[in-house]
């Protein structure tokens, strides 16, 4: 049952991915790019993240895809690109090729070691995924969520600078 | 006991400083002149009661520590001063001749622009060279050595809008460094290997007890007072540096006298003296010595014979009579030599005075026919000995004392030297002859100087020569003083062999006397010898002086005949023996010419050139690779997978 | 049974789609879903890897790449607003200023 | 306050800044008025250093400051480690007595942006003066290379025509240097850690108790010894200082040449030296050689410069010759004689290059031709030079002496004694240089009708030359105001050097404190 899911929802994530950066019009890029990010928040649910999976529909799914089809839509740029490729496709096929190539051995040989943390299906399941969440996050990483927090703030002052008119 | 010596140079310097300060806004000349003269009287009457007091002291040698100056680890340095004969005797020439000369300056240089600036110098002066005969260690000395250097090099760039002057005076403190250059390697020499014995210091009283630490006659003690010797040779004007003094003679008529003819230049003199001890210990240097102030003397007289600016006459007479004095030193005559020094002092200082009233008087004249004749040369001069009653007579006795004329003071400094120079243990007949040549050609030239100004008929411009006053009084008088100190001088120190007790050497016994002994110098000879010498040294003189009487008054057309006939050697010793051109083509235009090549050639060349040429390497291979960067994003994220693609690569195989 | 190597595998897939994008696209705002594509797929290794270590630090780490993402995407396509302005364009072949 | 007085120092002229932002950029008076201040207000807070008695006592480290900055266990540690010894005490107090002298003497010639140039000016002195009291090696290195950046700034911005190039040249010259000894002190770290002596950071009272063996002592010395010989400079990497001094405002040079140069030598003394004491023999006989070289070489060529403030730039060259001469006669003589001259280099030639200064303001040149006969017009300006030229020729009873004298005295004891003889020839050299450029600057008549109009010093510059002359004097006469705090230390640091197993006598624990606390990542 997790096998067929798996397998079916990769299929959908990799057919959408290849057609984010197949489909001439961007905006069916990135409602393509919307099904990718869906088909990996199940993965996540698969994986005993719920709450990540729930971040990952909202921040990625909802915020940045609808900042990114805002933009589309304001710049208007439809059809306007004359070419989707440029020059370099053979050389950007052969260097992800190499690329597959070097993860999938990497993979293939390796070994992910380390196994046996605190963390298990248990443990999850009595106290929540997002209680867990919620104390690692604010317990040992407080000092980089706060950094995390003025970095977004920095980004907001600097989007609207950017995007004003005239400075 | 005599804790007021540190008021001898100390008023001097008050003096300058007030004049420094001030003098630009008081303006009154009488006031700035009789401050400075007032201050260099007040130290002359601070040294001569310390050195009266001396003279009634049983102990002889007196050392005034004031302070601490530098203190590192074991090298342990006081402003300390050292009161004994020989700088008891020193401070009393400096002080009184300076006095009368400084009392000379309020009425000659009246007038100048900065008269301020003038006393200002000269009681600096002052202060350097009471510093630098007080000194108690060497470095105290130093301080009045270089002090001296400063003072003269500011006086004789008095009139710095003149670039003849400013460059003397260039010329002048440049060679005196060359000197203190020698003075310094041999001052460090001589503290480290005295420090290589234990015996860390540059007092001189201590030197003078650790001096038998050194091998006497080795090679480092030799080594220790050449390098002094060269000091002294810059600062007294020997060869080969004398080419400074006559240059020296740009400066005001006082500064000559006070610097260039009394005071500074025996420094050199007192400095070997001073250090007697060490120099007893090296013979070679004692011989070079000797040697080079014979020489000097010889020479400095041959270029005197044919000068015909007066002051520079004087200045060739001063580096000869400087001469005679490390003639002295050389032959361990060390008493002789500051006997010479002192009488030296008197006559010389009277006679620069006494041109100095000459030009003064010629100057006046000019000035009042409006006329820009040069008041210095001697072809414009004669007859002035009606004019000028006082400064004849006094020049005329100093001119005597000078050439050797028995009973003057003169003949005893400088028959002393004659009879040590040959008849020491140091000494040699050689030395014996250049000396009384050049007393011979001293009697000469001075008395050629006499008769071409004072004598004969007056040469002067027909619209000058009856508004030429004699000086007043303020000149006059030291003229006066000093003539008579040229007269009566020498008594002090009448040999033993007319009679006399020669209490001039007893009294500086006590410094020279030790070094003397250890290292057995003495004159030797018998009484007849020095009789003879005596007496032919007098007809040498006395010979000179007639060649002057027969060539410039009796056949006054005979000195154009005798250049005419001796053409090429009247014309080298006219140009000094072109010793100063030597000097440009050996030593300045090399340099400079070293110096450009080091600036551009070395310089901007070579070393920026490497410099420079890095830059253009790495600014060509920046070129090259430029064009990598396409500006394209698709290159930028491709060297970048690249790159990943790689490092992964390579930690996987 | 699906192990973590199923879904290293998946992720490497994706990523590799994703840089394929990235180096052949010209649109930039496509380029830009090619980025997030990549990032994705690291985060899913992240989180598959997170939950076979047994240690919540993964997702934590997930969550700032995701917090980076956000400001990323505000700048980035600010940027390109500002770049259309000057450009009338967002093709990256426009993007060349920087060249030599 | 005692207590932090020298952070409460290094860091007011930066405080100094942050004020100095909020001045409106137009308010040129204000600006200048307010940097004064700050500065002297620095200079007030360094003299309780001067007075302190504890330095004729004891040659340790005193006013320590100590805080434990970066830690990453082993793999990197860093401390905030403040102290001051005699050999950094009159370094800190030059530094704080020159700046508002060059605060002053910038008053009319700096006209663009004064802003910047004021903030660079207290930049500066925050650097130069955290570079002196360092004990921590990387500490040093941070504050070395905090002082690069406003001088860069300064010649490059405020500079003359060629500034750019003088500039760059200046930058990339120290860079070299400098990466050069981060490598070394990089290597001198890691090397204590892995042979697990005792170590504080980066601190080198710790440091100089590392025996380290010979051949890498040898490349260290060499990495350090180049980075050092060319901030000094040392023939024949001085070439950048000419550029930097006569593109420099005047106000740079006169930092430059006043305290930057300083840090070369002060550099040896500290590190170089009596870090790798058994490698320094091997180097003493070239590096002696090369300060005799720069002595003669920077004479003979100051002598033929036509441009007055490249002369006194070459002279630098030769008058640092001095100072290394003496430090490498590697006794007490000779390293006094070498601090004292430093000190004295710092007040003679700042003062020349003000001069230089005072006359490029008046005529906008400073070529040696277009000069002459100005004493006539300036004969208060002619007296100051004048006195000056001789501090800077070394007469006796100015600093001058005391320091080449000290310097020679030390080579002549030493095995430098040949050195020492050429060296001494540089007292003629230097007297002909200095004397000639007096006499065609200041002798002779005006024949350059440009020079009719020239005014005699105003008050402020005579203001700002009186402190200079005051030490000339003062040095000169009384140099023991300054040597006998120099003393101990200095005897410590040769004892140490001559015996690196005596040990270092700390005088005080440190007050150790956390500032900031990176929770460590590596752990």
């Keep these: 049952m997790e096998a067929i899911l798996f397998y079916l929802t990769a299929t959908v994530a990799i057919i959408s991915a290849l057609f984010v950066i197949k489909c001439r019009n961007p905006v069916n890029s990135a409602l393509n790019l919307i099904t990718t990010f869906l088909c990996l928040a199940v993965f996540y649910i698969m994986l005993e993240a719920p709450f990540m999976a729930a971040i990952q529909i909202m921040v990625y799914a909802g915020a940045i895809m609808v900042l990114i089809v805002f933009v589309i839509m304001l710049l208007n740029l439809g059809l306007a690109v004359k070419s989707r490729y440029s020059h370099g496709l053979a050389g950007g096929g052969f260097l992800a090729a190499l690329t597959l190539l070097v993860t999938v051995y990497f993979i293939k040989f390796g070994e992910a070691t380390g196994t046996g943390g605190e963390i298990t299906s248990e443990v999850i399941s009595s106290y929540g995924h997002t209680e867990l969440i919620g104390r690692a996050m604010f317990v040992d990483f407080l000092l980089p969520f706060e950094i995390a927090s003025i970095l977004l703030l920095v980004a907001i002052i600097g989007a609207v600078i950017l995007s004003k008119r005239e400075v | 006991m005599y804790s007021n010596l540190w008021l001898i140079p100390f008023f001097p310097l008050i003096g300058s400083i007030f004049n420094g300060l001030f003098g630009k806004k008081i303006k009154n000349e009488a006031v700035i002149g009789s401050i400075a003269t007032g201050m260099v009287f007040l130290s002359f009457l601070v040294a001569a009661q310390n050195f009266f007091k001396l003279l009634g002291d049983t102990e002889k040698v007196h050392e005034l520590v004031m302070a601490s100056w530098i203190t590192v680890g074991k090298f342990q340095l006081n402003w300390e001063f050292l009161l004994d004969p020989l700088s008891a005797v020193m401070i009393l020439v400096v002080t009184g001749v300076g006095t009368l000369i400084h009392l000379y300056s309020i009425g000659y240089m009246h007038g100048e622009e900065g008269y301020y600036r003038f006393f200002c110098y000269m009681n600096l002066f002052a202060f350097a060279m009471l510093m630098l005969v007080l000194g108690g260690n060497a470095l105290v000395m130093f301080i009045g050595w270089e002090g001296v250097g400063l003072c003269s090099y500011l006086l004789i760039g008095y009139y710095y809008e003149k670039k003849s002057a400013s460059t003397a005076a260039n010329k002048a403190f440049i060679v005196n460094r060359i000197g203190d250059f020698g003075f310094l390697c041999g001052l460090l020499t001589l503290f480290w290997a005295l420090a290589e014995k234990g015996v860390w210091t540059l007092n001189f009283v201590k030197i003078a007890e650790s001096g038998h630490l050194l091998e006497s006659g080795g090679l480092l003690i030799t080594v220790v007072t050449l390098c002094f010797f060269l000091g002294a040779t810059g600062k007294s004007a020997q060869i080969p540096l004398f080419t400074w003094l006559p240059d020296a003679m740009e400066g005001p008529t006082p500064v000559s006298a006070l610097i260039h003819a009394a005071t500074m230049v025996t420094a050199g003199v007192y400095m070997i003296g001073r250090m007697n001890g060490l120099f007893a210990m090296a013979p070679a240097t004692m011989m070079t010595i000797a040697i080079v102030g014979g020489l000097t003397a010889f020479f400095a007289a041959t270029i005197g014979l044919a000068q015909n600016d007066i002051k520079r006459v004087l200045a060739y007479s001063t580096v000869s009579q400087l001469g005679y004095m490390f003639l002295a030193m050389g032959v361990g005559a060390f008493s002789a030599g500051i006997f010479h020094l002192m009488t030296h002092a008197f006559f010389k200082a009277c006679l620069f005075l006494g041109s100095g009233s000459v030009i003064h008087g010629l100057h006046h004249a000019y000035h009042h026919a409006h006329l820009h004749d040069d008041p210095q040369d001697m072809r414009n001069m004669g007859g002035l000995r009606k004019k000028m009653p006082i400064t004849f007579i006094t020049f005329l006795v100093s001119t005597i004392a000078i050439s050797g004329i028995p009973f003057f003071s003169g003949f005893f400094s400088k028959d002393e030297i004659l009879w040590w120079s040959f008849g020491s243990t140091r000494g040699h007949w050689l030395l014996w002859v250049l000396g009384a040549a050049a007393a011979g050609m001293t009697a000469f030239y001075m008395f050629r100087l006499v008769f071409m100004t004072f004598f004969g008929e007056q040469k002067t411009d027909a619209r000058a020569k009856d508004h030429i006053p004699e000086s007043p009084f303020t000149i006059t008088i030291p003229l006066m003083v000093l003539g008579f100190f040229a007269l009566i001088g020498g008594y002090i120190g009448v040999p033993k062999i007319l009679g006399g007790a020669n209490r001039f050497d007893a009294f500086l016994a006590p410094v020279f006397e030790h070094a003397q002994h250890a290292n057995e110098i003495h004159a030797h000879g018998t009484h007849a010898t020095e009789y003879t010498l005596m007496a032919v040294s007098v007809a040498i003189a006395t010979v000179g002086i007639f060649t002057a009487w027969v060539m410039y008054i009796r056949n006054p057309e005979l000195p154009g005949k005798f250049v005419a006939r001796f053409e090429g050697a009247h014309r080298v010793i006219f140009n000094k023996w072109y010793i100063d051109e030597l000097y440009e083509n050996v030593f300045v235009i090399p340099c400079k010419r070293i110096g450009t090549f080091l600036w551009r050639g070395f310089d901007v060349k070579v070393v920026d050139g490497v410099v420079n040429g890095c830059a253009w390497v790495v600014k060509g291979v920046g070129a090259g690779l430029r064009y990598t960067q396409s500006g394209y994003l698709y290159n930028y994220a491709m060297a970048m997978v690249v790159g990943v693609v790689v490092i992964v690569g390579f930690f996987i195989f | ?100 | 306050m005692a207590d932090y007085l020298l952070s409460i120092m290094t860091f007011f002229p930066l405080l100094g800044i942050l004020v100095l932002l909020f001045i409106p950029r137009d308010n040129g008076g204000l600006l200048k008025g307010f940097t004064l201040v700050v500065s002297l207000a620095t200079f007030a807070i360094s003299l309780p250093l001067a007075f302190d008695n504890v330095f004729t006592t004891s040659g340790g480290m005193h006013y320590r400051e100590f805080y434990e900055w970066i830690n990453i266990g082993n793999f990197f540690q860093m401390n905030y480690n403040l102290g001051v010894d005699g050999i950094s005490l009159w370094l800190v107090m030059l530094t704080t007595f020159i700046v508002p002298i060059t605060v002053l003497s910038t008053w009319n010639a700096v006209d663009k942006n004064i802003k910047g140039f004021m903030a660079m000016l207290l930049l500066l002195e925050t650097g130069m003066l955290g570079a002196f009291i360092s004990l921590d090696l990387f500490l040093f290195y941070i504050f070395w290379e905090l002082m690069l950046i406003p001088m860069y700034f300064l010649i490059g911005i405020w500079g003359g025509k060629n500034r750019i190039y003088a500039a760059v040249k200046f930058f990339i010259y120290t860079a070299v240097g400098s990466l050069l000894m981060l490598v070394a002190i990089i290597f001198v770290y890691y090397y204590a850690v892995q042979s697990g002596a005792p170590m504080n950071g980066f601190g080198i009272q710790e440091l100089y108790k590392l025996d380290l063996p010979y051949n890498a002592q040898f490349w260290l010395f060499l990495a350090f010894g180049f980075s050092f010989a060319i901030k000094v400079p040392m023939f024949p990497l001085h070439t950048w200082l000419p550029d930097a001094h006569t593109e420099a405002p005047t106000a740079g040079s006169v930092i430059l040449a006043a305290v930057m140069l300083k840090m070369g030598t002060y550099g040896y003394v500290r590190f170089a030296m009596p870090l790798f004491p058994d490698a320094l023999p091997t180097f003493i006989p070239y590096l002696a050689f090369l300060s005799v070289v720069g002595i003669i070489y920077g004479s003979l060529v100051a002598m033929m410069q036509d441009d007055i403030k490249k002369l006194v730039a070459y002279s630098s060259v030769a008058h640092l010759g001095f100072v290394m001469l003496g430090v490498f006669a590697m006794n007490l003589q000779g390293l006094a004689g070498g601090m004292i001259q430093m000190v004295n280099h710092g007040i003679s030639t700042g003062a020349l290059f003000l001069i230089v200064g005072f006359l490029y303001e008046r005529r906008h040149t400073r070529l040696i031709t277009e000069f002459g006969g100005v004493a006539t017009k300036m004969p208060i300006f002619a007296t100051i030079f004048m006195i000056i030229t001789f501090s800077s020729i070394g007469l006796p009873g100015t600093n001058g002496f005391v320091g080449e004298f000290l310097a020679l005295m030390g080579a002549f004891q030493s095995s430098l004694r040949w050195y020492a003889v050429f060296a001494t020839s540089g007292v003629i050299l230097a007297a002909v240089y200095m004397l000639w450029v007096y006499q065609r600057v200041m002798f002779g008549k005006v024949t350059n009708p440009e020079n009719e109009k020239l005014k005699d010093l105003s008050a402020r510059e005579i203001i700002i030359m009186l402190p200079l002359l005051l030490f000339v004097f003062w040095i000169g006469v009384a140099p023991n105001t300054f040597l006998s705090k120099m003393n101990p230390a200095m005897e410590q640091i040769l004892v140490q050097m001559n015996d690196k197993k005596v040990a270092v006598v700390e005088v005080q624990q440190p007050v150790v404190a956390n500032v900031l606390e990176i929770k460590s990542i590596v752990d």
Excluded: P
């Excluded at chain 3, 076979?52 to 700032?64: A, E, S, T």
């Design chain 3, 1 to 100: 049974m699906i192990t973590v190597n199923h879904y290293m595998l998946l992720s490497a897939i994706l990523f590799t789609i994703g840089t394929f994008g990235v180096l052949t696209r010209k649109n930039a705002i496509v380029l830009f879903m090619c980025i997030e594509v990549m990032l994705n797929s690291v985060n899913l290794t992240f989180i598959a890897l997170s939950r076979h270590v047994g240690n919540m630090d993964g997702q934590i780490f997930v969550f700032f790449v995701m917090t980076v993402a956000a400001a990323e995407a505000a700048v980035g396509l600010a940027l390109m607003i500002a770049f259309y302005r000057n450009k009338d364009s967002i093709d990256v072949d426009d993007f060349n200023m920087l060249k030599w």
